[in-house]
Nanobody
């Protein structure tokens, strides 16, 4: 059974930084593409960043390019999201996801429970 546990969410002031972590278990981590998604109140869930199983390919939503960095440590079964220059519009619940398919909306992905990120102005 795949388990994904996010951590690192917090209340931070605009312009600040946070690093989210997602520890994975119950899967062969190195075979899975990993992603971070977020959902703000009243909005649909959106893909924030994703990284290929081998860590070579990454993609970001335009609104976070240059501010967020996704990385993974396959030896620790962990994926990270380093967030800097945070803005109030980054406020959301952030979810970690694991998928065997890199493209698309990850409907069949495994999901974590989420971690709250709140950015105050």
């Amino acid at each position: 059974q795949v388990q994904l546990e996010e951590s690192g969410g917090a209340l931070v002031q605009a312009g600040g930084s946070l690093r989210l972590s997602c520890a994975a278990s119950g899967l062969i981590f190195s075979r899975y593409h990993m992603g971070w998604f977020r959902q703000a109140p009243g909005k649909e869930r959106e893909s924030v960043a994703r990284i290929s199983a081998n860590g070579i390919v990454t993609h970001y939503v335009d609104s976070v390019k240059g501010r967020f960095t996704i990385s993974r440590d396959n030896a620790k079964n962990t994926v990270y999201l380093q967030m800097s220059s945070l803005k109030p519009e980054d406020t959301a619940v952030y979810y970690c996801a694991a998928s065997l398919t890199y493209s698309g909306q990850w409907q069949n992905a495994d999901w974590g429970q989420g971690t709250q990120v709140t950015v105050s102005s």
